[in-house]
Every structure is written in structure tokens, then in C-alpha cells.
């Protein structure tokens, strides 16, 4: 009996866990608004994906619960290192609303301000070794900035702090000071209503290649822009997102493989998710800063099993069967081609 009581507990935590992960319940319904953190994003994507919402996978939902759930204890630690500066978090987070667009946005917390400045927002944001890197040396993106500037914007501040922490190690974090720019709000109030004209109409926006990851997006096979930007990357002329992602990828790469065994899957993955955005660009080779990326053609030769059933032995040959296969192939800059 017990037995069945604990596996029934467990199933309704199992379902609570599952209803938090695919929504907030103290906040509203995402698909009627366009949120701070979208704003910068390819605004095709984000119409079609507010129309049509994409299913979650579970380990999409997970990632998505651990990375909120690491974000909260940094805002925590941010909490006790500004002296109870810090307000408007957790279950009194601020829902901050445009008067007349259906436009939000909801940051981590408000600092109360003891200098001119006033008042800011708090932004907290957890990233890769690699990507904490690239973001430490070359600054933010400016979708992060963007985010943050829709956050003052709609609070009516004037700074907001950005606190970058690496996922696999605390310790590592980089602060960052963001003023506020009146010409950068106007320009998100004019995608705000770019959004929302295409929400009422129902027509998509020209997609935003700069903007956004475009080998993840379901929309890339009928974006015009996409398919014009594709053509360039065979040219070399590849998208500066996607080349910073690329370059994350590379150095994550170059890091994973001098552990060997213990990260040798994780490793694997990473060569095909570099192989996957080659063959979502159409190129064969890509140069980086830290790599030269290349798809290697070569023929694989297998063996039809049941067709070699079915006939005698001495039918090998007719049943040998030839396709195409790319390998990838990442030479490390400093190492020996």
C-alpha cells in the first residue's frame, strides 16, 4: 500500500514538474503578448511560433526548468551581495505592461538605486564555458542588450545590470553596466508594432537572419531571407550569429576532446550539430577564427542483409550498395593540419 502511495506522489510530482516547465502560472498567457526577451529575436519566427506553437520536448523543458532554476539561485547571491537593494523577484516578480501594445517584459528583479542613476533592472543570464567566454571578451549580444533596454524602457529606468554566470562553474561570473539609449527603445517599440500588425493580419515579417539561429528554425525553408543568406554563406560571407556559434562550438569542441573518454559523447554531439548548420548553409567548408570547419565527401559501401537472405551467396555483388556521406573535419588553430 505504501508502495502505491509513494508511486502516486510521485506521479503528481512528475505532473506538477511538467505543468511548470511548459508554463509559468504567474504570468499570462505568452502567445497573446511579445515579451522582452523576443523582441530581438527574428520577429518571423516569433509570429509563426506564437501562431503555432512548436510542442516541447522533454529534455527541452528540462534544460529549460534547471537553467531557471540556476538563474533564481544567482538572483539569490545577488540578492545578499546588494544589501536587500534588490526587489521585485520570485513570486512578486514585476509584470511590467505597454499601455497600448501588447508588449511585456519581466526581469529578475529592480535595484533600488542609492546614486544619481535612480533605480535599474537586473537581468540575470547563465551561459556555456564557451559562449561565457566569447561574451566576456566581445560583450554582450545585442539581443541581451535589447532585452534589457525593453525591461527600462517599459519600467521607465534608465540602467539595468546584466549578471553572466557560467552554467559548469558559479564562480565565473562578469558584471554589465547597460545605460539607457532613448534611439534603441524607439526602434523595439517599432518591432513591437511590426509584431503586432502581422499578429492581426496574419502575414509574416521578412525574417531577420542577423537576428537568429536559422538552422533551428521550422520557418527557414520558406524564408526568403534565409534562402538569400544561405547563398552568401556558400561565398563565405556566413551570418555573424551563426559564426559565433560556430566558434563556441569549436572551442567547446577543442576543450571536450583533450578529456577524451569521460566527454567522448558529448563530443560527438557537438561535430554534429557543426556538420548539421554546414548542411543547412549548403557549404562545405567554413573559416573561423579558431577553426577551419569542413564537410569531407566521401562514399560509405554497405552490405543489403535481407537481400543477401533471400539469394544465394554468390549474389554479393548485385547487391552492393553505394551513397554519399560528409565527414567533418575541424583543424585547430597552433596544431599540425
Known amino acids: 500500500m505504501s508502495m502505491n502511495v509513494e508511486n502516486l506522489q510521485l506521479l503528481e510530482l512528475q505532473k506538477a514538474l511538467q505543468a511548470r516547465m511548459v508554463a509559468d502560472a504567474r504570468l499570462p498567457n505568452r502567445q497573446a503578448y511579445l515579451g522582452a526577451s523576443e523582441v530581438g529575436t527574428c520577429l518571423r519566427r516569433v509570429v509563426a511560433s506564437k501562431r503555432s506553437p512548436e510542442p516541447f520536448e522533454v529534455s527541452s523543458m528540462g534544460r529549460m526548468l534547471a537553467g531557471r532554476a540556476l538563474e533564481n539561485e544567482v538572483v539569490q547571491l545577488v ?50 564555458v564557451s559562449l561565457f567566454k566569447a561574451f566576456q571578451k566581445d560583450g554582450l549580444p545585442q539581443a541581451y542588450v535589447e532585452q534589457v533596454h525593453a525591461q527600462m524602457g517599459l519600467a521607465g529606468l534608465t540602467w539595468g545590470l546584466v549578471v553572466l554566470v557560467s552554467r559548469e562553474n558559479l564562480a565565473e561570473l562578469n558584471t554589465f553596466h547597460i545605460p539607457f539609449d532613448p534611439a534603441i527603445w524607439a526602434e523595439l517599440l517599432v518591432r513591437a508594432e511590426t509584431w503586432q500588425v502581422a ?3 496574419g502575414e509574416l515579417p521578412p525574417g531577420e537572419p542577423d537576428r537568429g539561429h536559422c538552422h533551428t528554425c521550422p520557418m527557414a525553408r520558406n524564408c526568403p531571407q534565409h534562402q538569400a543568406r544561405r547563398e552568401s554563406a556558400a561565398k563565405g560571407e556566413f551570418p555573424d ?7 563556441c562550438l569549436a572551442e567547446e569542441l577543442a576543450d571536450l576532446d583533450q578529456e577524451l573518454d569521460p566527454l567522448q559523447q558529448r563530443s560527438s554531439d557537438l561535430k554534429e550539430r557543426l556538420k548539421a548548420i554546414l548542411q ?13 570547419v569542413q564537410l569531407i565527401p566521401s562514399i560509405r559501401t554497405s552490405l543489403d542483409a535481407r537481400a543477401i537472405q533471400r539469394e544465394a551467396p ?13 565527414t567533418l573535419r575541424i583543424t585547430f588553430r597552433g596544431e599540425p593540419a
Do not use: C, W
Not at 526587489?87 to 538605486?113: C, E, M, S, W
Not at 550569429?241 to 566558434?247: A, D, G, I, R, S
Open 241 to 247: 550569429l551563426t559564426k559565433l556559434e560556430l566558434e
Open 314 to 326: 554468390d549474389l554479393y555483388q548485385r547487391f552492393l550498395k553505394t551513397s554519399p556521406i560528409s
Open 199 to 201: 499578429m492581426t493580419t
Open 280 to 292: 543547412g548553409f549548403g557549404v562545405g567548408q567554413v573559416e573561423l577564427d579558431a577553426a577551419a
Open 79 to 128: 540578492r545578499i551581495a546588494l544589501n536587500g537593494r534588490l526587489r521585485n523577484t520570485g513570486r512578486v516578480q514585476l509584470d511590467l505592461r505597454h499601455p497600448d501594445l501588447p508588449f511585456r517584459a519581466h526581469p529578475d528583479g529592480r535595484i533600488v538605486g542609492n546614486t544619481e542613476e535612480g533605480d535599474g533592472v537586473l537581468e540575470v543570464k547563465t551561459a556555456s
